[in-house]
């Protein structure tokens, strides 16, 4: 694996309480793979669960989508338009951005418009 | 001997055994009683066996349920034994399931791998001096990769240790928001310019407290803060989970409120 290309993984999860543990799972054998430590993955299950539970407080019922990035160096989750409440100006937003920056070693949070926001959440291997 | 008779016989020969066994309050007899008993206990614990525990230690655990039966008995209410003691052992079983430390059931070969990563990630911690990978527990334990994963997930079914048991007031020094408030840290400070937000942090425990202290403001690893604390690495997990639930919970709970007002 290159630093530069990446190998990637979708997902798509219903916005249902009950599928944050099928992306904990996915994040974890994902970050397992890269060889990421149990320290990390604990922190990217927490991270990813986070992002994910603070989305689905909206009216809306779409889908959680979101990419894995796999780096040879870092691991990049990539929640796209999410219609996260929590990162519109909110009391959440501090608490989430807080949380996730605790978390992870990058977090990006990007506006795409209709309330939309792209999150990139990066883990570094080391 | 007609089947009737023979249960009156034994009948009255239990009732013997308990008149002499509440005037002695010997063991012996009391031993006798609740051999007489057991088929009672096996039977009632068969009716849990679907819950994920072993027969044997149900039967244990029922049998306690019995002992203190036959201690309580009173042959003066006119009850028979067998109506007295159900109650009371299918009570001590339901107890052990709620008190057991698993919430949800979990498979037995899960709750033993969990057990035996939670032993071994300290000692890989310290021989690598940094937290181990999961094929470094996997090839350790010897099983695959992703039951390690599986095991780390099923973590979570540990029951939820109430943040304000014992663990938190353990005579721990007082841990204040003031700990919190004095960091200087620009984050920190934006982090609390929100009432809710100190509000929620308020409910906390100490325990909960310092973990979100050291983790999130100190930036210590979940190893770091298992060392400091003294607890284990899964513990830390465990309760850093829970207390992020807590904390969301209560703030969408506000904001829901405010919403109403508004």
Redesign the interface.
Known sequence: MDKTTSDSISLSVPLNENYA?VL??AV??V???M?????????L??AI??AF??SF?SDDNSEFNLDFNLFSDRLEILVKKSNVEAVQD???K??SV??L??LMDKVDIKPKGNNKYDIKLVKNLW | MPKKNQNAIKKERTNNLFRKYQKSHSLEIRDRLVEEYMYLVEFLAKRFKSRGEPLEDLIQVGTIGLIKAVDRFDLGRQVEFTTYATPTIVGTLKRHFRDQKWAIRVPRRLQELNQQINEILGNLTQKLRRSPTISEIAKQLKVSDEEVIEAMETSKAYSLISLDSERSSENDEEFSLMDFIGEEDKHLISFYERSSMVNAISILGPTEKKLLFFRFIKGLTQTEIAQKLNISQMHVSRLLRRTLDILRQRMLAEEAADREVE
């Open positions: 543990s904990r799972l974890a054998s970050a397992a793979r060889n990421f430590t149990w320290d990390k993955i604990e922190d299950k927490m669960a986070e539970l603070l407080r909110s009391m959440e501090k608490y807080f949380i920056t605790g």
